[in-house]
């Protein structure tokens, strides 16, 4: 069974820079895509970014590209976000996923909350 536990969520104004990790067990992480996703409140759980099992084929969604950059350690199996230049709106609670077919999330993370404040 496959586990991924997220850290380094937080409180930071804006303009401020937080990197998430996730750390994953229990499966092939490298041999699999990788993806981070965002929700707030009354809303849709959103992709945010996802990366290949080899780490050489990322993609973002338009409003954090230049920002945010994915990016995955498969010795380590620790996938990562790095969020540099942070606004109000990118308050979430962020979600790292095991992707698989169709780069559907498989499974989960428990979440952590990153708030940005003005």
């Known amino acids: 069974q496959v586990q991924l536990v997220e850290s380094g969520g937080g409180m930071v104004q804006a303009g401020g820079s937080l990197r998430l990790s996730c750390a994953a067990s229990g499966g092939s992480f490298s041999s699999y895509p990788m993806g981070w996703f965002r929700q707030t409140p009354g809303n849709e759980r959103e992709r945010v970014a996802r990366i290949a099992w080899f780490g050489g084929n990322t993609d973002y969604i338009d409003s954090v590209k230049g920002r945010f950059t994915i990016s995955r350690d498969n010795d380590k199996n620790t996938l990562y976000l790095q969020m540099n230049s942070l606004k109000p709106e990118d308050t979430a609670v962020y979600y790292c996923?095991?992707?698989?077919?169709?780069?559907?999330?498989?499974?989960w993370g428990q979440g952590t909350q990153v708030t940005v404040s003005s």
């Open positions: 996923a095991l992707l698989g077919g169709n780069w559907s999330p498989r499974y």
